[in-house]
């Protein structure tokens, strides 16, 4: 389940179960959004990215669904594995700005073999 | 490898002291940013550059902190006065143009403890 406060939110699954990584952004003018992870001791990673003229992104297990109407975004992550234990962020990224992507809280992913 | 490159990985000084903290970028990359991370928190923007330029200062948060980038690559950001609250990973990323919509590349930090 998921737990929030002053530690990061949490969400432990099962080897194999479908993860579900929310994130809500602020800007309404924000048009470009990227999922990174990060595993422990090292940077950021990208892992998909979405424009804002799309409502879903596939990728090799991954998937990120848009909706601006309510400025929510997801990751779903398929059959989810060990290997994908990690804190994930998102970013939002507005176009006409300065294009410097502002990094929501993460959510630290523990996968249970 | 032809990653980001941050250095040193691990700094501990005294409160007061002065540090300087090191990014190599990816070759070729136009853009640099710095962010800092605190224990479970998000990244917090802290400098951009544009080539050797800085347009985006404004997540330094005190005149302590200051950046500078030369001949279009590495960069350096230094910490005057070190403080406590300075604590933290301070993460280097780089990306092909700046300005666009573009992925950042990131190093695997530099974590930072002022005892």
């Known amino acids: 389940g998921e737990s929030v406060g002053l530690h990061l939110p949490t969400l432990s699954v099962q080897e194999g179960d479908n993860s579900i990584i929310n994130c809500a952004y602020s800007n309404s003018a924000s048009d470009y959004f990227i999922w990174y992870k990060q595993e422990s001791g090292k940077g950021p990673q990208f892992i998909i990215d979405i424009r804002s003229n799309m409502d879903k992104r596939q990728g090799q297990r991954v998937t990120v669904l848009l909706n601006k109407t309510v400025k929510h975004l997801s990751l779903q992550i398929a059959a989810t594995q060990p290997g994908d234990s990690a804190v994930y962020f998102c970013a939002e990224t507005a176009s006409g700005g300065s294009y410097i992507p502002t990094f929501g809280r993460g959510t630290s992913l523990i996968v249970h073999p | 490898g032809a990653g980001v490159s941050q250095s040193p990985s691990n700094k501990v000084t005294e409160k007061g002291k002065d540090v300087e903290l090191r990014c190599d970028p990816i070759?070729?990359?136009?853009?640099l940013y710095w962010y800092r991370q605190s224990l479970g928190q998000g990244l917090e923007f802290l400098i951009y550059f544009q080539g050797n330029s800085a347009p985006d200062k404004s997540g330094l948060p005190s005149d302590r902190f200051s950046a500078e980038r030369t001949g279009g690559s590495v960069s350096t950001l230094t910490i005057q006065r070190t403080q406590q609250e300075d604590s933290a990973v301070y993460l280097c990323?780089?990306?092909?143009?700046?300005?666009?919509?573009?992925?950042?590349?990131f190093g695997s930090g530099t974590q930072l403890s002022v005892l």
């Open positions: 990323a780089s990306s092909p143009q700046g300005r666009i919509r573009e992925k950042l590349f």
């Open positions: 070759s070729g990359h136009t853009a």
